[in-house]
């Protein structure tokens, strides 16, 4: 059973604007080490940085857990392994998925030139 959906879309430029700026770091409260790591690496770090941010989105909405916390988006960690991604909660949000009776999490991840999109679906 569908205990919760969330959707996430993005401008990638967005992203792209706000590296020029600085590089992410842990301080930022957005992205643990690994998500850093794995995104600073990639070949368009933006649309990766923009593609985990937009995951990590839509499993707050999918939650019911409010996106306007920042607090809440390190607790929602991007796992890369190889070819697939995996969305592992930690804190307060694994927190919520137990009480909400989540066993499984689906998530589907969209990355173009532009935009960016991620769909996290949550099931008992």
């Not at 569908?2 to 430029?13: E, F, K, N, T, V």
């Not at 999490?105 to 996290?120: F, N, Q, S």
């Amino acid at each position: 059973m569908i205990l919760g959906i969330g959707i996430d879309w993005l401008d990638a430029r967005r992203v792209e604007r706000e590296l020029l700026r600085h590089d992410w770091s842990l301080d930022d409260g957005i992205f643990t080490a690994a998500e850093i790591r794995h995104c600073s690496a990639a070949r368009h770090p933006a649309r990766w940085f923009a593609v985990c941010f937009a995951a990590k989105e839509a499993a707050l909405k999918a939650l019911g857990l409010p996106v306007s916390d920042l607090g809440f988006f390190r607790e929602v960690e991007v796992r890369f392994l190889h070819s697939q991604q995996q969305l592992i909660l930690h804190k307060r949000s694994k927190a919520r998925s137990t009480r909400m009776g989540v066993r499984h999490i689906r998530m589907a991840l969209a990355r173009g030139h532009v935009h960016v999109g991620a769909t996290v679906v949550l099931e008992s």
